[in-house]
């Protein structure tokens, strides 16, 4: 009995001993970290943020930049892993694939790995420990020189500092003053392209895929930009930036292959006038309709067409928008998504 106690305590040590070690390995950790370099695979949501709270726990940002608390368990080679995937990507109904993030604690700076799983329709893997990428985060510095409480170079939005919710991060200037678009009487935007942040493989009737279509998505729609002063008083209309009409096939629509930029070739007012006072309220409202569709399947092929509605539906037109509080002085972009596609448009937008 003795030598039972004896080695249950010895157990017991052990385990002890593990758990301070594996805690000590994460504490140093323990923060708000952000990408040191661009990800680049822009074909699963990128993570803005990582906050790691806990050796269990984790906040990570999401598509819409919004932080979502994750439990971690620890895996065989000293990281932690996601419990459940931070994005699936579903096909014909089923979950075909998983996105589960690692971490890791190289020489104190967090490496970040996204791992994505594919699975058939009853659930079996496919494939076997795939990476879509690996980057080093650096921790996210505040600038509290003026206000400890406030912030400098921050924007309105949900970046988790510490376990409280408070701004996302804006970009800074060489001098650390921030890019907020200022006050001004009269502003420009131009520069309007577009970019699509996935592309699927589609596929006809009968299951085939085509070579020019891969690797594409495939846009019709009608868009518009219109600035508002207030909730319903209109400011200016600045016109067309997004202009694809059917033309008798559905290989006539507007493609764009993944990471490219499109310019706007529409012709739209770049100018508009905005009263001080109107500065917080005033927004821009990007209007009208864009779908993604497969233009393998047509009405006539006896398939059911697969039309993707990301903005406006069937039955109409409807709108997103930015408030100018909201931008920086200089690129911007606003996306048009559902869970299955994106359309990035991009703009620069300047005081005059």
């Known amino acids: 009995m003795k030598k039972i106690i004896k ?7 052990m385990m002890t001993g593990v758990q301070v070690s594996y805690g000590q390995n994460f ?13 680049t695979n822009t074909q699963y949501t990128k993570i803005t943020f990582v906050n790691l709270i806990a050796n269990t726990k984790a906040k990570i940002s999401d598509a819409n930049n919004n932080h979502i608390e994750y439990n971690l368990k620890a895996i065989p080679n000293g990281g932690l892993e ?7 990507k579903k096909l014909y109904g089923y979950d075909a694939k998983k996105v589960f993030v ?72 060489e001098d650390g003053t921030n890019k907020k678009l200022p006050i001004a009487t009269s502003y420009n935007i131009t520069n309007v392209k577009f970019q699509t942040l996935y592309v699927d493989d589609d596929k006809d009737c ?28 209109l400011n200016s209309d600045l016109g067309r930036i997004f202009s694809q009409y059917f033309k008798g096939n559905l290989f006539s629509s507007y493609f764009i292959e993944l990471n490219a930029l499109k310019l706007s070739t529409e012709t739209y007012k770049s100018n508009f006038q905005v009263a001080s006072a109107d500065y917080n309220q005033t927004r821009i ?35 997103k928008d930015l408030y100018l509080k909201d931008l920086v002085n ?14 990035r448009i991009h703009f620069t937008i300047k005081p005059n």
């Open 285 to 319: 409202v990007f209007f009208g309709k864009l779908m993604e569709i497969n233009p393998l399947i047509d009405g006539e092929s006896g398939c059911e067409t697969e039309i993707d509605y990301l903005l406006g539906s069937k039955n109409g037109d409807s709108s």
């Open 82 to 88: 996601t419990l459940l995937p931070i994005e699936i």
């Open 206 to 233: 009968n299951k085939k895929t085509s070579e020019f279509s891969n690797n594409k998505a495939e846009f019709f729609g009608d868009i518009k930009i219109k600035i508002f002063k207030s909730a319903t008083a």
């Open 7 to 13: 080695l249950l305590i010895i157990v017991m040590v």
């Open 330 to 343: 200089g690129d911007n972009y606003i996306d048009l998504k559902t869970s299955k596609n994106t359309m």
């Open 102 to 173: 690692r971490l890791y604690n190289q020489n104190n700076r967090l490496r970040v790995v996204r791992k994505v799983y594919e699975y058939d329709r009853n659930g079996t893997l496919l494939n076997s420990n795939p990476t879509i990428d690996s980057i080093i985060y650096e921790k996210a510095i505040f600038n509290n020189n003026l206000n400890p409480n406030k912030p400098t170079n921050l924007q309105p939005g949900n970046l988790i500092n510490n376990g409280t919710i408070i701004k996302k991060y804006l970009d800074v200037n």
């Open 27 to 39: 504490t140093a950790l323990f923060g708000t970290w952000r990408p040191s370099t661009p990800i």
